[in-house]
């Protein structure tokens, strides 16, 4: 089966720096997205990871470790904007992309 | 960059009706559109898998007879609710992948989403 796993909800503060944990079970790995989604609008695209380790895109950092089925998200510098649920998803063998149930974000000022 | 437009944005209909939605890439082709459907404050659920010229693969759970999808182009595919019921009532989501020399690391691209309403 799959099964992708995230935090339900997290708070922190602007400025401070906040880790975002995914841990997944599929059938077949090709590759782990990190989506942004702020409420009724539709999910843009922040990272893609296929092999371990860091990849680092301004603010925002997204770790992978295949062996241990693990990814993070990783957001410095946190603004009042990055309010919004964050999406693990993971890209099956067959191609298809499967989400986790995604984690909303609090940012306190 | 890559943009999939959605549309309609919105949509109230009365239990019974049909609705459709389009989905359009509207700057590369797209041989496959993924149909997502997401509940409040619940994630994406793929629904089913549109490729052009062929028929859609739908996820266990997923009426075909019900969401019927056809992807008669490299731009477009659509999605018609078929005798909508009030559980319907959702947020549906479209996305394509742009195909470069390798998809693997293409992401998916979303159109803006259509929230219907049936009452």
């Known amino acids: 089966g799959q099964n992708i796993d995230q935090p339900t909800e997290m708070t922190a503060t602007e400025g401070a720096i906040v880790q975002i944990n995914c841990t997944y079970q599929t059938s077949g790995f090709n590759g782990l997205f990190w989506y942004q989604q702020h409420a009724g609008e539709a999910p843009t695209f922040l990272s893609y990871n296929v092999l371990d380790g860091l990849e680092e895109k301004g603010r925002f950092s997204s770790f992978l470790s295949r062996s241990k089925g693990y990814s993070y998200l990783l957001l410095k510098e946190l603004q009042m904007k990055d309010s919004a649920s964050y999406l693990c998803?993971?890209?099956?063998?067959?191609?298809?992309?499967?989400f986790g149930k995604g984690t909303r974000l609090h940012i306190l000022p | 960059g890559a943009v999939v437009s959605q549309h309609p944005s919105r949509v109230i209909c009365k239990s019974g009706t049909s609705v459709k939605i389009e989905c359009r890439s509207l700057?590369?082709?797209?041989?496959?559109m993924f149909w997502y459907r997401q509940f409040p404050k619940q994630s994406l659920m793929l629904m089913a898998t549109?490729?052009?010229?062929?028929?859609?693969?739908?996820e266990q759970g997923v009426e075909k007879d019900k969401f019927l999808i056809n992807h008669a182009s490299l731009t477009l595919s659509t999605l018609t609710v078929t005798s909508a019921h009030p559980e319907d009532s959702s947020f549906y989501i479209c996305?394509?992948?742009?195909?470069?020399?390798?998809?693997?690391?293409?992401?998916?691209?979303f159109g803006n989403g259509t929230r219907l309403t049936v009452t």
């Open positions: 998803a993971v890209r099956e063998r067959d191609d298809k992309i499967i």
């Open positions: 549109s490729n052009e010229g062929s028929k859609a693969t739908y």
């Open positions: 700057d590369f082709q797209a041989t496959t």
């Open positions: 996305s394509a992948r742009r195909r470069t020399g390798s998809s693997y690391n293409s992401p998916l691209h």
